[in-house]
C-alpha cells in the first residue's frame, strides 16, 4: 500500500481545506496519508494581525521526511504566478535530498488557490510542479476524467495540471464542493499511481 505525503502552506485556510480532500481521496484506495504544513515564516504577530489562519491542525514537515513517502502532493496559494516564499524556503532546504535523489521515481503533484478565477493558477501549478521535476518525481495532475472542471454552471477551479480553488478577493470563498471533489479526485489517482509502482 502506497506512502502519501500531503505537503502544504496555507494562510487562509482554502489550501488547508484542499489538503484535506486531497487525503481524503488518497485514504480512499487504502493508502497510508500524512498531511504536514511547512513552517511559517511570518513573525506570529505579523501573522496574527493580518488574520492568518493560525490554529491548523497539521503537524509541521520537516525535510527530512520527505524521503520516506511514496507520493508527495504539494499544494501552495499563488503569490503572483509562483508559490509561496514559505513553500520556497521549504523546498530550498532540501538540497541534500536532491544531490542524493533521494526523491527521484516517486509520485508528485500539485494544487493551487488563487484569488480570482485568471489569478495565476496554472503558472503556480507550474511553479511547484516544476520543483518537484527537479527532485525527479513523476507528476499526475487532474485530467479531465474529473469533468466537474469542464462545468460553465459556476465559477470553478480546476485544471488538468492539479485541482485548484479561487478564494475571492477578499479570501471569504471557500472551496466549492466540485473543487474539493477534483481535489479528492487528484489525491485518488496520485495515491493509485504509486500504489502501482510501490505496491
Wanted: no cysteine.
Amino acid at each position: 500500500m502506497a506512502k502519501v505525503l500531503v505537503l502544504y502552506y496555507s494562510s487562509y485556510g482554502h489550501i488547508e481545506a484542499m489538503a484535506s480532500a486531497i487525503a481524503e481521496g488518497a485514504r480512499a484506495t487504502g493508502a497510508i496519508v500524512d498531511i504536514r504544513r511547512v513552517p511559517e515564516t511570518v513573525p506570529a504577530e505579523v501573522a496574527k494581525n493580518a488574520h492568518f489562519k493560525v490554529d491548523q491542525l497539521a503537524p509541521v514537515a520537516t525535510v527530512d521526511e520527505l524521503e520516506h513517502y511514496d507520493a508527495i502532493i504539494v499544494g501552495s496559494p499563488t503569490r503572483f504566478g509562483r508559490v509561496s516564499s514559505q513553500l520556497a524556503a521549504f523546498l530550498d532546504q532540501a538540497g541534500g535530498l536532491w544531490a542524493r535523489g533521494a526523491l527521484n521515481g516517486k509520485v508528485g503533484g500539485a494544487f493551487t488557490s488563487t484569488a480570482t478565477q485568471h489569478g495565476g493558477q496554472e503558472v503556480t501549478l507550474f511553479s511547484i510542479i516544476t520543483n518537484l521535476m527537479h527532485f525527479g518525481l513523476t507528476i499526475v495532475g487532474l485530467p479531465y476524467s474529473f469533468q466537474g472542471q469542464m462545468s460553465l454552471d459556476e465559477i470553478v477551479g480546476g485544471s488538468p495540471y492539479g485541482a485548484t480553488t479561487i478564494a475571492g478577493a477578499d479570501g471569504s470563498r471557500q472551496p466549492s464542493e466540485i473543487e474539493l471533489a477534483g481535489a479528492r479526485h487528484q489525491g485518488e489517482l496520485i495515491a493509485q499511481t504509486a500504489a502501482k509502482l510501490f505496491g
